[in-house]
């Protein structure tokens, strides 16, 4: 095994700096085109824009590669991924799921900011 | 190596049937699944459950670790086959060591005997495991960039507050000179950018896989988690904690010394207060545009009555609230 390389790096969040083309989300997430397809048309995931068409702000169902997508669409499509593959559930329990969650967690951010109840 | 006793790990049988294995995974999947659960240490659990998983649904497989099992069990150690240290795996680590990588590779006991890339995990569309393995495997020309890697990083409340440092380790598959896999060892000091929230992620261009044929790497994604805070809970980018007052602070108002994650500060306490009151800090919680709240949230500690004088303060205190009916709303 070689020297460690020192490498002095800065992250970019990338819920609030980063775009994704379709093809870079896909790498990003390790989903392929047909996953990434069907979280789309599960309302998972959604392009905010496309560069291409003409309408801006809106995006075309066939055209994938004008998609782009904000960067909360890459842990949102991990997040998917996982539970299909590891709980075996097809992508719309996935959905129902990650729905339940975010309710979950407004529960819970209530709580916590409730504070220490007597 | 350590051996590992699937069959415990799954609560099942050594003679149970397929369909008991699946459903005990899927049991123990549903309860530990880190999207989901909040079960402590619930991603090692579920990465034990799932690698279990994985050994026993497929009869090939079960069949060769059974046989290992029976060897471990008449006492001969476990030998694994030749070369089992050659394999590599890619794990994000902090510099305090307590993040991993989300989709962290199976156990060493588990390549040794199945080799990497086996199974679902593997597949085409499969995030996880082997996907390094296959592209390298096929040997095309095609220039190809480098696969994308996930790791996670806790940080302490403080860093998203003042911007941090980390130096993490990270260990890479590369090539040497005659096309073998070798692990090479990385350090990255990675600045933790001001006003980071929990579970936000990092991009590092760049730091991911090396590309194939000239093409560019790919890229690191950092996960960010906070370290649990004694005193402070998060609310996206507001700060909230408990700020314990006497009851006569409570009604008569006080000005009291607070904690912050920037330092003390005297804060105000209305007089007339109640229990769970909430004083807000405008722009002291995480930075941001704009930036989060701090929220202090009011905590009445009774003292109890020790001496004889406490006993008559407690007394006097009957007396001057006669009329005080904390039932009130009880009687309809």
Same mark, same amino acid.
């Given at each position: 095994?070689?020297e460690?390389?020192?490498?002095a790096?800065?992250g970019?969040?990338?819920?609030?700096?980063?775009?994704?083309t379709?093809?870079?989300?896909?790498r990003?997430?390790?989903a392929?085109?047909?996953?990434l397809q069907?979280?789309?048309?599960?309302?998972?995931?959604?392009? *905010?824009m496309?560069?291409?068409a003409?309408?801006?702000?809106r995006?075309?169902?066939?055209?994938?590669a004008?998609?782009?997508?904000s960067?909360d669409?890459?842990?949102r499509?991990?997040?998917?991924?996982r539970l299909?593959?590891?709980?075996e559930l097809?992508l719309?329990?996935?959905?129902?799921?990650?729905?339940?969650?975010?309710e979950i967690?407004s529960?819970?951010s209530?709580?916590r900011?409730?504070?220490r109840l007597? | 190596?350590e051996f590992k006793d699937y069959?415990?790990?799954l609560?099942v049988?050594?003679?149970a049937?397929q369909?008991?294995?699946?459903?005990?995974?899927?049991k123990l999947a549903?309860?530990y699944?880190?999207?989901?659960?909040?079960?402590?240490?619930?991603?090692?659990?579920?990465?034990?459950?799932?690698?279990?998983?994985e050994?026993?649904?497929?009869?090939?497989?079960?069949a060769?670790?059974?046989?290992?099992a029976?060897?471990q069990?008449?006492g001969q150690p476990?030998?694994p086959?030749?070369g $089992?240290?050659?394999?590599?795996?890619f794990?994000g680590?902090?510099?305090?060591g307590r993040?991993g990588?989300?989709?962290?590779d199976?156990?060493d006991?588990?390549?040794?005997l199945?080799?990497r890339?086996g199974?679902p995990?593997?597949g085409?569309?499969?995030?996880?495991?082997g996907?390094?393995d296959?592209?390298r495997?096929?040997g095309?020309?095609?220039?190809?960039?480098?696969g994308?890697?996930?790791?996670?990083?806790?940080?302490d409340?403080?860093?998203?507050?003042q911007?941090?440092r980390? *130096?993490?380790?990270?260990?890479?598959?590369?090539?040497?000179g005659?096309?073998?896999?070798?692990?090479?060892?990385?350090?990255?000091e990675?600045?933790?950018p001001?006003?980071?929230?929990?579970?936000?992620h990092?991009?590092?261009?760049?730091?991911?896989?090396?590309?194939?044929?000239g093409?560019?790497?790919?890229d690191?994604y950092?996960?960010?988690?906070?370290?649990?805070?004694?005193?402070y809970?998060?609310?996206?980018r507001?700060?909230?904690?408990?700020?314990?007052?006497?009851p $006569?602070e409570?009604?008569?108002g006080a000005?009291?010394?607070?904690? *912050?994650?920037?330092?003390p500060?005297?804060?105000?306490?209305?007089?007339g207060?109640?229990?769970?009151?909430?004083?807000?800090?405008?722009?002291?919680?995480?930075?941001?545009?704009?930036?989060?709240?701090?929220?202090?949230?009011?905590f009445i500690?009774l003292?109890?009555?020790?001496?004889?004088?406490?006993?008559?303060?407690?007394?006097?205190?009957a007396?001057?609230?006669?009329d005080?009916?904390?039932?009130?709303s009880?009687?309809?």
């Amino acid at each position: 095994m070689d020297e460690p390389q020192h490498t002095a790096l800065s992250g970019v969040v990338v819920e609030e700096h980063v775009f994704f083309t379709f093809t870079a989300l896909c790498r990003a997430s390790g989903a392929d085109a047909a996953q990434l397809q069907a979280m789309v048309g599960e309302g998972l995931i959604a392009p *905010t824009m496309s560069s291409g068409a003409a309408g801006a702000g809106r995006y075309s169902a066939d055209s994938p590669a004008d998609w782009q997508f904000s960067g909360d669409a890459l842990p949102r499509a991990r997040t998917a991924l996982r539970l299909t593959r590891d709980l075996e559930l097809p992508l719309s329990g996935a959905a129902l799921v990650m729905d339940l969650l975010a309710e979950i967690e407004s529960l819970r951010s209530r709580l916590r900011t409730a504070g220490r109840l007597p | 190596m350590e051996f590992k006793d699937y069959y415990a790990t799954l609560g099942v049988e050594r003679t149970a049937t397929q369909d008991e294995v699946k459903r005990a995974y899927r049991k123990l999947a549903r309860k530990y699944h880190p999207d989901v659960s909040k079960e402590p240490n619930a991603e090692a659990r579920f990465k034990n459950v799932a690698e279990a998983h994985e050994a026993l649904i497929d009869p090939e497989r079960r069949a060769a670790y059974d046989d290992i099992a029976r060897r471990q069990a008449s006492g001969q150690p476990f030998e694994p086959p030749p070369g $089992w240290d050659s394999g590599f795996e890619f794990s994000g680590r902090g510099g305090d060591g307590r993040a991993g990588s989300p989709d962290a590779d199976f156990s060493d006991f588990f390549e040794s005997l199945f080799g990497r890339g086996g199974g679902p995990r593997g597949g085409p569309g499969g995030p996880g495991r082997g996907r390094e393995d296959m592209r390298r495997g096929g040997g095309s020309a095609r220039p190809e960039q480098g696969g994308d890697h996930h790791a996670k990083v806790s940080i302490d409340l403080l860093d998203s507050y003042q911007g941090a440092r980390r *130096t993490m380790t990270l260990r890479m598959p590369v090539e040497d000179g005659q096309g073998r896999l070798m692990l090479q060892e990385r350090q990255l000091e990675v600045t933790i950018p001001k006003g980071v929230r929990e579970g936000q992620h990092l991009r590092l261009a760049a730091q991911g896989a090396p590309g194939h044929g000239g093409a560019a790497a790919g890229d690191l994604y950092l996960e960010i988690q906070f370290l649990p805070h004694p005193l402070y809970r998060l609310n996206g980018r507001d700060v909230i904690f408990d700020l314990p007052v006497s009851p $006569w602070e409570a009604a008569l108002g006080a000005t009291v010394t607070a904690p *912050t994650p920037e330092g003390p500060v005297q804060l105000g306490v209305p007089a007339g207060s109640s229990q769970g009151r909430k004083l807000r800090l405008k722009g002291k919680g995480l930075p941001g545009n704009p930036p989060g709240d701090l929220y202090a949230v009011l905590f009445i500690v009774l003292p109890a009555a020790a001496t004889e004088a406490q006993r008559a303060a407690y007394q006097a205190l009957a007396q001057a609230f006669a009329d005080h009916e904390p039932r009130a709303s009880l009687n309809g």
